[in-house]
């Protein structure tokens, strides 16, 4: 069985037998996987805390073809990110962006969507925990990108018009972006997106920063962002942790446009 050296990093972890554990990690060369860690809940295992949750640097696979679960030989860790797991809000927002990774990556190698992911599990990790919503919202839009799914925001997700930079525009989630005021009224369904809304989304897809002004605006972006999953990605499970990220540091969700 061809032993794979990769970078990895930890997306779930749980229990499997007495004393060992499955882990699933997002890998730079064998893109998501399905491992075996055994023996790894014995007092002296090898692998000590690099199997913690986030924890990324350098695995050893036994991959088989065809196989669902793969065996992890090791893993060696060069960062912890044990800032996550220190506040609420870091945490519930990294929990979301390793869900999305975990349920939306394939078993096929991506290493510019590794890099984005590491990238921004370290954006929230080396972020204030008041700025967590914001790098989290950035770090999942550039997920959406890379994948290939990234939203239409200059011109018309319908007739391809372009559209004016500086102003609001129909959103429309099954049409993929934005419409122009012709194609909005013959949409079944679409929000305003107002022109500030409109360049901050265009900012995250194309990888750049930008900050929110008060938590309305967060709340509406996450919903933004989850009903835009929920037309484009999903396959109808519920996002678990995305909704526990939505919900858990701001109550119940209103209803607030973008």
């Not at 882990?23 to 000590?48: E, F, N």
Request: glycine share 8%; with cysteine.
């Amino acid at each position: 069985m061809p032993a794979l050296r990769t970078d990895a990093v930890v997306l779930h972890v749980f229990d499997y037998l007495e004393t060992s554990r499955i882990l699933r990690i997002a890998t730079r060369d064998a893109g998501v996987q399905s491992v075996l860690a055994r023996g790894a809940r014995r007092p002296k295992s090898r692998y000590g805390t690099a199997l913690d949750l986030f924890a990324s640097g350098s695995a050893e696979i036994y991959m088989k073809t065809g196989r669902d679960l793969q065996t992890l030989a090791s893993f060696d860790v060069n960062r912890s990110r044990g800032q996550l797991a220190a506040d609420l809000e870091r945490f519930t927002a990294a929990s979301a962006i390793a869900e999305m990774a975990a349920r939306f990556g394939t078993g096929e190698s991506h290493a510019e969507l590794y890099d984005t992911l590491i990238g921004t599990l370290d954006s929230i990790a080396d972020s204030a925990a008041s700025a967590s919503i914001d790098a989290a919202l950035a770090g999942a839009w550039l997920l959406v990108s890379t994948m290939g799914f990234a939203p239409t925001l200059d011109s018309c997700a319908s007739c391809h018009t372009l559209l004016a930079d500086d102003g609001a525009a129909a959103f429309s989630h099954p049409s993929g972006g934005v419409l122009c005021r012709r194609c909005a009224a013959f949409a079944g369904s679409n929000r305003l997106l107002p022109a500030d809304a409109r360049a901050t989304l265009r900012s995250w897809v194309g990888g750049a920063a930008a900050s929110l002004p008060d938590d309305p605006s967060r709340r509406a972006h996450q919903r933004l962002l989850r009903e835009f999953l929920s037309e484009h990605l999903t396959d109808g499970r519920p996002l678990r942790a995305y909704d526990v990220w939505e919900r858990n540091s701001w109550g119940i969700v209103n209803e607030v446009t973008p």
